[in-house]
C-alpha cells in the first residue's frame, strides 16, 4: 500500500472533506504494516475499494413550519461498505451536516460495526435539518417528509438506519410511522432505537454509555485500577451522555461534569440519580443548553460559560458529544490536571494533534469506534428480537452487551499490544476491524 498516494488520490478527488479524509488517514496508518505482509490485499485492491462508498443518495427534503412556511433541508444516506452484512449506521439531524461528515462517519461505522462481530455493514445518514427549537409537530413533519425519500432504500436485509445526534426516541418513532405506512409493512427492523413495546429492545437508549463504561472499566482495570471513587467528565448532556452517567455511578465512579454548546456544569460531589433523570428533559427540551442543570439544581452543579468539561480536574474524560470536540490545547489541559484515562465515547471526538499528545503522555486512549460501539451491538440485537419476533429481558441484553464490549476490548488488546507491554488500543481497533471486513471482501470476488 502506497499511503501518500492513496491520500494524495482521495485529495484530489474529494477537496475539501477534510472530516473522511482525517477519518481514513487515521486508519490507514494503523493498518499500513499489517496490509503490506497480505499481497493479495494488495492484488485485489482491497483499500483502494473501501475507502469509497458503495453509494450515496442526496435528496431534497421539503416541509411546512408551524407558521405555515415552507422550509428546504438537504437530506443525505450513505451506503458505504456491505461486506459483513445490511448496511447500518444512524442518522444525524445537525446544522453541520454535510457529505464530507457523514463519509467520515460511514467510514467509521465500517470497523465499528465489524469489531461487533456481528452481521451488520457499514453506513451513515442525516439531514441539514437543526432541531434546536423546532416543536414536536415540526420535528414530526419533517421527519415524516425525509422519509418519504429514504424509504425505499432501507429495509432490515438493506439498510437498517439508527439514531444519532438530533435523533432520539422521538425522531426514530416519527420516521418509523411515516416508513411503516409508505412500505405498508410492519417491518420492525428497518429501523432501530425504537421505543419498547412496538419494537425496541430493552436498554437501547442507554448502550452507548453502558458498553463505553464497560470498555473504559477494562482500561482501568488493565493498570491494575479500579473504577470506584472516579471522577469522569462527560461532554454533552444527550443519550449517550445520560448512560455513560447511569454505568458510571452504578460502577462507583463520579461523573463531575458534563458540558454543552453553552458551557460546562461542574458537579464536585458527583451527579445524582436525579440529575442523571433531568438529562432526558434537558434533551427533550430543544434548548441545548447545559446551564439548564445548573438553574434546577443550584446547590449541586456550578454552571460556567464557555468552559468544556476538560476544564474541570478528572481521573477519566469522554468526549461524548462531537467529532474533533477535544483539541490539542484540551488535552494539554487534561494531561496537567492529572487525567488517568481518555476514551473517546463520540466519533472521532479527539483531533489528531490531541490523541498524539495523550499518547505521549503515556495516558491510555481508546478510540470511539471500539468505545462506542455498544449503541450499534445493541441496534443489532434488536434486529435479532425483531426478526424473532421475540423480546429479551432488560439483563439478557446487558448480558449480550457486556459480552460484546468485553470481546471488542480483547481483540483491540490482542492487535494493539506493543513491545513494550503498552497497549495502542487506536491501532488494535483499526486492524481487528479492517481484518474482517478485508477478508469478507476478498472471498466474495471484485464487486
Known sequence: MNLKKIMADLEAKHPGESEYLQAVQEVLESIEDVYNKHPEFEKAKIVERLVEPDRIFTFRVTWVNDKGEVCTNLGYRVQFNA????YKGGLRFHKAVNVSMLKFLGFEQIFKNSLTNLPLGGGKGGSDFDPVGKSDEEI??????????LWRNIGPDQDSPAGDVGVGGREIGYLYGAYKKLAREHSTGALTGKSYGWGG?????EATGFGAIYYVERMVKEQKDTMKGKKIALSGFGNVAWGAAIKATELGAKVVAISGPDGVCEIKNGITKDMIDYMLEM????????????????????????KKAWSVKCDIACPCAFQNEMDEKDAKELIKNGVKYVAEVSNMGCQPKAIAAIQKAKIPFAPGKAVNAGGVATSGLEICQNAGHINWTAEEVDVKLHKIMNDIYD?????????????????????????RVAKAMLAQGII
Not at 461486506?83 to 445490511?86: E, M
Not at 429492545?201 to 437508549?205: D, F, G, N, V
Open 411 to 435: 481483540m483491540c488488546v490482542e492487535y494493539g499490544k506493543q513491545k513494550d507491554g503498552s497497549i495502542n488500543y487506536v491501532k488494535g481497533a483499526n486492524i481487528a476491524g479492517f481484518m
Open 83 to 86: 461486506a459483513l452484512g445490511a
Open 140 to 149: 414530526m413533519r419533517f421527519c415524516q417528509a425525509f422519509m418519504y425519500e
Open 201 to 205: 429492545s430493552l436498554i437501547r437508549p
Open 283 to 306: 434533551r427533550a427540551s430543544n434548548r441545548n443548553k447545559v446551564e439548564d442543570m445548573a438553574t434546577k439544581f443550584p446547590k449541586l452543579a456550578k454552571f460556567t460559560a464557555g
